[in-house]
């Protein structure tokens, strides 16, 4: 039997950051009103001309190939996470993979808000384990400026831009790494808690909906937070009972960076400490699809070979769900 692991995993942030002091002079808020509802203190926006969430996303793979010296060439597959393509079609992950060269993978975008990144990493994990892949590439992606409302202060404090890639092949299962269990959820009846409302097929862009910025994110952010936090314990709990886990053998919870109090509220309620959460979100912010390997990005230089990882995430949709896995190396091994 074979098992689908990470060996390898590369993220990209833009350049310029946004402060809650900037935010300040945007929308009626504060430095502390926004540290203590959400933990976020700043986020990086990608400003440059013409640039787009493939922008990021292409640096974010390079410098994965470069990491872990793979030729593109190699890459059967490559699977973009994202809310924000570049266009409508061709898909986002059809552009990365020209511009990296890989020019033997299939490619094609996976859009599940902000468990995007999860449910992506789930699927190129099937196609691993059967066989009809040997190296596979995730991404998750978004540019959240380009769909957040600068004068609405529930969602500006909230969203950045950011690419995360994870690089994913077969080992056998007996080496003991690599995903062991995965939990997708999905409930189309919270779709008009989270969500943007026009530039699909029921409200094509037009005059009036620019007019009544109809194309930015919208949430109902008191609704969508219980839900977050109920739905994203719920699975990480399964995940545990489903693997016999416990607190004390989980190495770190990788939850979706939404919210420090979500986090703290789900750390609580599976009674994994704190210490134990990956949290990077008082840098970032929600970077939606972006979050999750973003954070496996920041914690590699932690991470051993032979860590008991569990991800979790929630997204709109609502989308949300668990996945366990077994930490495939050593960062300073690469």
């Known amino acids: 039997m074979k098992r689908a692991v990470i060996v390898g995993v590369y993220g990209h942030v833009p350049d310029y950051v946004l402060t ?47 990491k872990t010296a793979t030729d593109p060439t190699d890459i059967d597959l490559l699977v973009c996470a994202t809310i924000t393509p570049d266009v409508v079609t061709p898909a986002t992950a059809n552009i990365i993979a020209h511009a990296v060269g890989a020019t033997n993978a299939f490619s094609y975008d996976l859009q599940a808000a902000c468990s995007g990144f999860l449910y992506a990493l789930d699927a190129a994990a099937q196609y691993i384990v059967t066989g009809r892949v040997k190296k596979a590439i995730v991404v998750g ?60 097929s029921r409200c094509p862009a037009s005059y009036e909906t620019v007019r009544a910025q109809a194309h930015y994110i919208y949430q109902q952010g008191q609704s969508v937070f219980k839900v977050a936090v109920t739905f994203m314990a719920q699975s990480v709990l399964e995940i545990m009972k489903r693997n016999e886990l416990t607190a004390e053998a989980i190495a770190y919870l990788v939850p979706h960076q939404a919210n420090k109090r979500i986090l703290q509220l ?55 769900g668990a996945m366990y896995m077994i930490w495939g190396y050593d960062a300073a091994s690469q």
């Open 141 to 200: 992606a978004d540019k959240m400026s380009a769909i957040t409302n600068y004068s609405d202060r529930a969602t500006c404090i909230l969203f950045g831009d950011g690419a995360g890639a994870v690089l994913v092949t077969a080992r056998d299962e007996a080496e003991g790494h690599g995903i062991v269990d995965t939990l997708c959820k999905a409930d189309g009846a919270g779709q008009d808690l989270l969500y943007v409302q026009a530039g699909g």
């Open 266 to 320: 789900v750390a609580e309620r599976t009674m994994i400490p704190m210490e134990k959460v990956m949290l990077n979100v008082h840098k970032f912010g929600n970077t939606t699809a972006a979050t999750i390997p973003l954070c496996l990005w920041d914690y590699e230089q932690n991470l051993k070979k032979g860590d008991k990882l569990v991800l979790t995430t929630f997204g709109g949709g609502f989308t949300w």
């Open 20 to 66: 809650n002091k900037e935010l300040e002079q945007l929308v009626a808020t504060s430095d502390q009103w926004i540290t203590t509802r959400t933990g976020i203190q700043e986020r990086r926006i990608l400003k440059e001309a013409n640039a787009a969430t493939s922008s990021m996303a292409i640096k974010a793979v390079e410098g994965l190939l470069q």
